[in-house]
């Protein structure tokens, strides 16, 4: 089955900074790969995602690039901010069974001020 | 548009009892998903439905656990009876349909077995 590796495990920025996190995953059918953030004691949130025929996507502070040959994928955040304090995950799916997802291990982000 | 609905949102309990989560999905999404997240770890998937109907059951410790849909909205998960090691969040989500969309997460039920 799939496997998906994040790093890393926790990072640590100065506000302002830029944060990235790297995720490589095993099956070369996964097609769609969206990342989660988890507040403290709180649900896990789509912030982006990305499809296989894409290489880049960005929405503002946040960006995700892919690469299928490597198998990896990695999130972007500039500028970074007191509230993107949080654990991201990222996940990858076939989109067969149903979007099956397999999540990562996590990466808890501290962004000081 | 309301969001995943799930309860109750804590349970304490002895390991051998039983235990049972509720979910209420977005309303109109075919697809709901219960995940385990155990403290520090990534959302693992242990069912999925489509409606009604298992799409996935392979990560599901069926001798501990079941899941039911049975009108294809609200589904419960039940663990009888519950090991120490099934402390975690049980997470529901769901999606619009079966294909690669966006899977929207309930807030989880927080289990401590003792």
């Known amino acids: 089955g799939e496997n998906v590796e994040q790093h890393p495990s926790t990072l640590s920025v100065q506000e302002g900074d830029s944060a990235v996190i790297k995720c490589t995953y095993s099956d070369s059918a996964s097609n769609y790969f969206p990342w989660y953030k988890q507040e403290l004691g709180k649900r896990p949130q789509l912030i982006i995602d990305i499809r296989s025929n894409v290489g880049e996507k960005k929405d503002q502070r946040i960006a995700v690039t892919l690469n299928k040959t490597a198998k990896h994928f990695s999130l972007h955040i500039t500028e970074t901010q007191p509230e993107d304090s949080a654990v991201y995950f990222c996940a990858a799916s076939t989109g067969a069974a149903g979007n099956k997802l397999t999540f990562g291990g996590g990466t808890r982000v501290l962004v000081k001020p | 548009e309301a969001g995943v609905a799930q309860s109750p949102r804590y349970k304490i309990i002895e390991k051998r009892q039983s235990v049972a989560f509720w979910c209420n999905p977005i309303?109109?999404?075919?697809?709901l998903y219960w995940y385990q997240q155990i403290l520090g770890q990534g959302p693992k998937l242990l069912i999925q439905f489509q409606n009604n109907g298992v799409v996935d059951d392979s990560q599901l410790p069926k001798d501990r656990f079941s899941a039911e849909r049975l009108k294809g909205v609200d589904s419960t998960l039940k663990i009888q009876p519950a090991k120490l090691e099934d402390s975690a969040v049980y997470l529901c989500?769901?999606?619009?349909?079966?294909?690669?969309?966006?899977?929207?997460f309930g807030p989880g039920t927080r289990l401590l077995v003792l």
């Open positions: 309303s109109g999404h075919a697809t």
């Open positions: 989500a769901s999606s619009l349909d079966e294909g690669v969309g966006t899977q929207y």
